[in-house]
């Protein structure tokens, strides 16, 4: 996939309001593992971990940890 579509893909990702403000959460090299996260954005840890799932596939985000995973910006 060329860099325009993936600037494109990323923009459409960040447009879904809760998926901005999770990845808000991550500003300034923060590492969060997903339960901080819940709290910050006010929902359940089910709708939080897809869209985190989402930001991670689009490359916004990484996991490190695989059974407690931690968020962090990429």
Same mark, same amino acid.
Not at 23 to 43: N, Q, Y
Not at 45 to 71: C, D, F, I, K, N
């Given at each position: 996939?060329?860099?325009?579509?993936?600037?494109?893909?990323?923009?459409?990702? @960040?447009?879904?309001? @809760?998926?901005?403000?999770i990845?808000?959460? @991550?500003? !300034? !090299? /923060? %590492? =969060?593992?997903?339960? +901080?996260?819940? !709290?910050? +954005?006010?929902?359940q840890?089910?709708?939080?971990?897809?869209? =985190? /799932?989402?930001? %991670?596939?689009? !490359? =916004?985000?990484?996991?490190?940890?695989?059974? &407690?995973? +931690?968020?962090? &910006? /990429?």
């Open positions: 996939m060329d860099q325009m579509s993936d600037d494109k893909r990323r923009k459409k990702t @960040l447009a879904h309001p @809760l998926r901005s403000r990845f808000g959460c @991550l500003d !300034g !090299g /923060r %590492e =969060l593992p997903t339960t +901080v996260i819940c !709290g910050e +954005v006010d929902e840890l089910s709708v939080v971990a897809y869209h =985190l /799932r989402v930001l %991670e596939a689009t !490359g =916004l985000v990484r996991a490190e940890g695989t059974t &407690r995973p +931690v968020w962090s &910006r /990429r």
